[in-house]
Nanobody
Framework: QVQLVESGGGLVQAGGSLRLSCAAS????????MGWFRQAPGKEREFVAA????????YYADSVKGRFTISRDNAKNTVYLQMNSLKPEDTAVYYC?????????????????WGQGTQVTVSS
């Protein structure tokens, strides 16, 4: 079992920045690829970003490319999502997820463990 706890969400004005964190516990964090997904009210959960277990490979949704950066610190068992130039359409609950093997994926069905989510609200 892997437990994931997100933090760092909140209310921010358009153009602002937030950094989300996801702390993992329970298994060897460095064995897991990590992903960030989000779900806005009335919409399906969508892929945001993913990072391989070693951190060498990263992937982004087109909608966030150039604005968001995913990173990880395996010594701290934590994955981050730096979000810059936020837009109202980024408003959603953001979830982190973990999967093995350690190659990153954009498909939510490949992820084994999920956090409870953190709310991000961007005002215009």
């Amino acid at each position: 079992q892997v437990q994931l706890v997100e933090s760092g969400g909140g209310l921010v004005q358009a153009g602002g920045s937030l950094r989300l964190s996801c702390a993992a516990s329970g298994r060897t964090f460095s064995n897991y690829a990590m992903g960030w997904f989000r779900q806005a009210p009335g919409k399906e959960r969508e892929f945001v970003a993913a990072i391989s277990s070693s951190g060498t490979d990263t992937y982004y949704a087109d909608s966030v490319k150039g604005r968001f950066t995913i990173s990880r610190d395996n010594a701290k068992n934590t994955v981050y999502l730096q979000m810059n130039s936020l837009k109202p359409e980024d408003t959603a609950v953001y979830y982190c997820a973990a999967k093995t093997p350690g190659w990153a994926s954009q498909e939510s069905s490949r992820y084994d463990y999920w956090g409870q989510g953190t709310q991000v609200t961007v005002s215009s």
